[in-house]
Nanobody
Framework: VQLQASGGGLVQDGGSLRLSCVAS????????VGWFRQAPGKEREFVAA????????YDQNSVKGRFTISRDNAKNTVYLQMNSLTPEDTAVYYC?????????????????WGQGTLVTVSS
């Protein structure tokens, strides 16, 4: 399966963005999906993940309550709604998928990766 992340851009402090991760070459409903981000000079870090069933989500503490992950299997898409953005959220955001029902925070768990979309939050 190939993943395409989009929806990034420049937003002011306190603003919102919705990222999309669209799959091709397979049905995203068969995969658990995670969002990660990587700021300049930093390692890639986990943001959120959603199981195939969409019954459970897992958010990193720094984004919990501000970010929401969801999926629309009919559109083969997983979303990351980001509210109350701060400059500390500036990073390239990646979506990733794994063909199991479990989710986790390690980059090593995910087999398929999108190319990333840049989110810049200005102060």
């Amino acid at each position: 399966v190939q993943l395409q992340a989009s929806g990034g851009g420049l937003v002011q402090d306190g603003g919102s963005l919705r990222l999309s991760c669209v799959a091709s070459g397979g049905f995203l409903s068969a995969y658990s999906v995670g969002w990660f981000r990587q700021a300049p000079g930093k390692e890639r870090e986990f943001v959120a993940a959603i199981k195939r069933s969409a019954g459970t989500t897992y958010d990193q503490n720094s984004v919990k309550g501000r970010f929401t992950i969801s999926r629309d299997n009919a559109k083969n898409t997983v979303y990351l709604q980001m509210n109350s953005l701060t400059p500390e959220d500036t990073a390239v955001y990646y979506c990733a998928a794994r063909a199991t029902g479990d989710i986790g925070a390690s980059v090593d768990l995910y087999t398929y990766w999108g190319q990333g979309t840049l989110v810049t939050v200005s102060s």
